[in-house]
């Protein structure tokens, strides 16, 4: 019964405490978290280890104000490594790709000074302005990742975001990479879903009953078409944004009204940015 | 005329909960010249200009809307300015529109431009915003953190703070509240486990660091809280540090188990507060995995299909270790009958009764007697529903008659509070009323020309309700079905704000003293106080 030594492994370890495993007997993984290339220490930082033959187990820990995480007591086998911060996507030990590099435990290996270098996210910021230089608030901003997969290049929704009054907007826990951005809004003054405002005064209801709407109304019902990083509402003139490790962009995008009898152009077309494939 | 309902619309504004919208509204009245015929309507033009109501300073670009026999739209010119031509002469209403500016309707009447006169000035107030940043005891951003809103509300001419709204930081730490009026605003943190989210679940039974509860600008709990008094276009910075504390597991089970059970967390004061709870609704288990130390109300709350609640309370005090094993009984909550007699024989008396929490009891939000509805075991007006805690009563009479009594039991809810316990019905409340009633009608001086403003009258016993009218023109008003009794009479031009159901709070006006006889047409004459708004 392999099952019921793992069992007691697990609770043995459930009150781990993540610091350094002294005055143990047994094996132990431990090691410190840090941030890729500043090589700072990283607190809060949930670790898991799962033996590779018993995907069902696993063992997390949080590292200590110094980084440092420590399972005690762990039989001899090869473990894989997980690392994930709050807010971020969980990250192998050594991950390329889909491959992580596993952690081998047993007489004569050291399995006690492991660094484990983190990705440090990268931001993008951003402010919608319209045509007069106002901001659109409460646009709609879609982030899309250009990415590769199974050795093809995809292009994949990677969030949506609100701009706020001041038509900015910010986007954490980027990955390195090129992004495409969309845009979606409506003009704060556009009058399309415009309805007559209940009016307190009963005799002016009927004084105004049959009165044509003003020609200026029709000047009103505009709409933004989507708009693309780059200027455009032609999702093939895009143009990529590309985010470094641990990099921040900043990027600013105009709106420009145009009647909202336009068709598709209120619609994203992701297959139609560039390299969709 | 125009004026009259002017006044019933803005009393409308006052005694409704504020709502946020953009836009002003003035009436500009357009009238021909002397001579012009009034069979064909003149056309005519309207320019005015759009300022912000604080600095005076043009609004550019605010989108202008004229409503009258035409309706046409305008954008200011950079210097604010805008105009109309082709409008048909009548009543016209003026509003402006511009993000990050509001409704001033609220803190001013609005302006009635005179016979010929076609120049209009709209202000708008320029909204307010509180920003800040969440750190860590490390200077590093926490995002997740819940951050609730809540401004100072006037409710029936009593001060109670009201959820406004809820937001999260972002990523690096930063949130903005936006779109904010002006007023005094309480602003919290809300406990939220060091681990985030989903780290809680994973990690089992990993020892728990929680950031606790903080309102602005370091206080554990409302009471010691500071509040932001916001000016208008005021954009006030409100940044925490929050510091890591030890959290524990709390868990236990509820029932009996039925459908649609909810779960909230409260603070010691009875505050709401957001923490990850797990909650089976199959079995009625809840584990609390990160609980920071201190008191906490947990509240149990279910419905069943006929509509009756059921409520449980549990009350944890979180030291130093977990909490486990606890046992919440769910209970049907009371309904109060409410008999209304009289001790005449004209038409059955009508009255208004409501409970009002006491300020420390974790009950929140007042209750209501509402007819009898299908189901109801009795034919009576009912309180529903009341939720464990202490209650002053209020009642006020809609006629005809007047308050004598109000009871409960043996308890007499004109001097005393009624007090609710889990599990326990209440006796039914008993209204009397008399007949012996007196009015008090009266004028209002001071002001320039005619008096606008507002009557309140402050009944000395404090479960009659005060009562409130508009000044009528001529500076008259009038109160009828009054319980004979001491009250104080107060005449204001502006009640925004005022907190005029709580004797404490009128205490720096001057108000006029009446002892009113049974039967008794009492006649004042009171001054008006003049009051800008907060």
Redesign the interface.
């Known amino acids: 019964m392999p099952g019921s030594r793992w069992t007691a492994v697990l609770t043995l370890v459930a009150g781990c405490v993540c610091a350094t495993a002294s005055g143990q007997t047994g094996f132990a993984i431990s090691g410190v978290v840090v941030e890729r290339g500043s090589n700072r220490p990283l607190k809060h930082v949930l670790v898991s280890i799962t033996p590779t033959e018993h995907r069902d187990v696993q063992l997390s820990c949080v590292t200590d104000g110094s980084g440092r995480f420590a399972f005690a007591n762990v039989p001899a086998a090869k473990y894989s490594l997980v690392a994930q911060k709050r807010g971020e996507p969980p990250e192998g030990y050594h991950q390329d790709e889909e491959y992580a590099t596993a952690i081998a435990v047993g007489p004569g290996l050291d399995s006690e000074s492991i660094v484990f270098p983190l990705d440090t996210p990268g931001s993008l910021s951003g402010t919608v302005l319209d045509d007069q230089g106002d901001p659109v608030a409460q646009a709609q901003v879609w982030l899309f990742d250009k990415g590769v997969s199974s050795g093809r290049s995809q292009i994949l929704p990677a969030g949506t975001y609100m701009t706020g009054s001041s038509g900015n907007f910010y986007i954490g826990h980027l990955s390195p990479g090129m992004y495409y951005v969309a845009v979606q809004g409506r003009p704060w003054y556009a009058q399309n879903f415009f309805q007559p405002q209940p009016v307190q005064d009963q005799n002016y209801a009927q004084e105004g009953a049959g009165a044509e709407p003003g020609r200026s109304i029709s000047e009103l019902d505009v709409a933004y078409p989507v708009t693309y990083y780059g200027d455009t509402s032609d999702p093939a003139s895009a143009s990529p944004i590309t985010i470094s490790e641990g990099g921040s962009a900043t990027v600013q995008i105009t709106m420009r009204p145009k009647p909202r009898l336009s068709g598709d152009v209120f619609h994203i077309r992701t297959r139609r940015l560039p390299d969709s494939g | 005329m125009v004026r009259m309902?002017l006044l019933l619309?803005s009393l409308a504004l006052v005694l409704t909960v504020c709502c946020l919208c953009f836009g002003a509204k003035q009436i500009v009245s357009i009238s021909g010249q002397a001579g012009s015929s009034q069979s064909s309507r003149a056309q005519r033009s309207v320019t005015g200009t759009v300022i912000n109501s604080v600095t005076g300073e043009p609004i550019r670009?605010a989108?202008v809307r004229?409503?009258?026999?035409?309706?046409?739209?305008?954008?200011t010119t950079a210097d604010g300015h805008f105009q109309m031509d082709g409008v048909q002469e009548?009543?016209i209403?003026l509003?402006a529109?511009k993000?990050?500016f509001s409704d001033p309707s609220q803190t001013g009447n609005p302006v009635i431009l005179q016979t010929g006169v076609n120049q209009a000035v709209v202000k708008l107030i320029p909204q307010s915003?509180i920003q800040g940043r969440i750190l860590d005891s490390?200077g590093e951003p926490i995002?997740?953190v819940q951050l609730q809103l809540l401004a100072q509300q006037i409710t029936n001419g009593r001060k109670e703070w009201q959820m406004r709204q809820m937001t999260q930081p972002?990523?690096?730490g930063?949130y903005?509240l936006?779109?904010l009026m002006p007023g005094a605003y309480l602003l919290s943190t809300m406990a939220h486990p060091?681990?985030?989210f989903q780290?809680t679940r994973?990690?089992?039974?990993?020892?728990q660091e929680a950031y606790p509860q903080r309102f602005y600008p370091n206080s554990p709990d409302l009471g010691s809280a500071q509040p932001i008094d916001l000016k208008p276009g005021e954009q006030a910075e409100a940044d925490f540090t929050l510091p890591e504390a030890p959290a524990f597991s709390v868990s236990g089970s509820v029932g009996p188990v039925q459908d649609g059970i909810s779960i909230s967390i409260g603070d010691a004061d009875g505050q709401q507060t957001f923490m990850p709870a797990a909650f089976n609704r199959q079995t009625g288990r809840f584990r609390l995995p990160a609980v920071p130390s201190g008191s906490w109300i947990l509240s149990f709350h279910s419905r069943n299909s006929q509509g009756a609640a059921y409520y449980g309370e549990q009350t944890i005090n979180v030291g130093s270790s977990d909490i486990a094993g606890l046992q919440v009984l769910l209970q049907p909550l009371p309904s109060i009958p409410v008999n209304v007699a009289d001790k005449g024989d004209a038409s059955p008396p009508q009255a208004q009764v409501q409970l009002i929490p006491d300020e420390k009891s974790a009950s929140t939000g007042n209750y209501m007697a509402t007819p009898s509805q299908a189901g109801d075991s009795q034919q009576a007006w009912m309180i529903r529903n009341v939720a464990p805690g202490r209650y002053g009563v209020s009642v006020q009479s809609n006629g005809p008659g007047c308050i004598d009594s109000v009871s409960s039991g043996s308890a007499d809810l004109t001097h005393d509070d009624l007090i609710v316990t889990t599990g326990s019905q209440p006796p039914p409340i008993n209204v009397t009323f008399r007949d012996d009633c007196a009015t008090l009608s009266g004028e209002v001086h001071g002001g320039s020309g005619d008096a606008k403003g507002f009557v309140i009258l402050l009944p000395g016993a404090a479960y009659i309700q005060p009562n409130i009218t508009p000044i009528q023109s001529g500076g008259h008003f009038a109160f009828g079905n009054l319980s004979p009794g001491e009250y104080q009479v107060y005449a204001f031009s502006n009640i925004e704000g005022l907190e005029y159901a709580n004797p404490e709070a009128l205490r720096g006006f001057t108000g006029q003293r009446i002892d009113l006889e049974p039967n008794q047409k009492a006649n004042v004459t009171v001054d008006l106080m003049v009051r800008g708004s907060n």
Do not use: I, M
């Not at chain 2, 004229?66 to 954008?75: D, E, K, V």
């Not at chain 2, 994973?202 to 020892?207: F, N, S, T, V």
């Open positions: 309902r619309c670009r989108l004229l409503n009258g026999p035409t309706q046409s739209f305008a954008f009548g009543a209403y509003s529109e993000p990050g915003v490390d995002e997740g972002s990523e690096n930063t903005r936006e779109n060091v681990f985030g780290f994973q990690a089992g039974k990993l020892p």
